[in-house]
């Protein structure tokens, strides 16, 4: 069983922080409590609003109408390149519940996509160079998880 000097901790937030944030009684979890924990993350939702753009248009009704089929989807999503060199390699199976479109032109949209606890949001618009399946754009053009999506990207993220 590790061990941690919990009153270390709170120093080091102190520092960290220049002085802004101070905290007191930490207390060393137990499994149980981390069990707790990991059984609520799978049933948090997020709610997130990005505008993105996309090669394949965007604006037509079968593409608006593959969006509104998103429910309650399982993607699989390897470790993203960008946390690579902090997070373990893995292979994570998130679900998106839903995603809506809000068309600005035929290449841009506003989309409201809801995803579950721990979802990378951003690789899965942009597929993370094929790390994240199905992607949005696989999604918008109905091509199959083995097929090189269209480009998707996120160019502002709420």
């Known amino acids: 069983k590790r061990t941690v000097c919990l009153d270390g901790v709170a120093e ?90 809000k068309p600005i032109n035929s290449h841009y949209a506003v989309a409201d996509i809801v995803g579950s606890a721990g979802t990378y949001i951003k690789e899965f618009v942009h597929g993370d160079m094929g790390r994240t399946r199905p992607s949005l754009g696989h999604i918008l053009s109905g091509l199959p998880q083995a097929a090189t999506a269209p480009r998707c990207e996120i160019l502002q993220l709420d």
């Open 12 to 101: 080091a937030i102190y520092k960290a922080s220049d002085g802004a944030v101070r905290v007191s009684d930490l207390v060393q979890g137990d499994t149980t409590t981390m069990e707790i924990l990991k059984v609520g993350e799978e049933d948090k939702r997020k709610h997130y609003r990005a505008v993105v753009f996309c090669e394949s248009p965007l604006d037509t009704p079968e593409a608006l109408e593959r969006c509104r089929a998103v429910v309650d989807i399982d993607i699989n999503q390897r470790t993203p390149v960008r946390v690579l060199h902090r997070r373990t390699l893995a292979t994570r199976v998130k679900m998106i519940h839903s995603v809506t479109l």
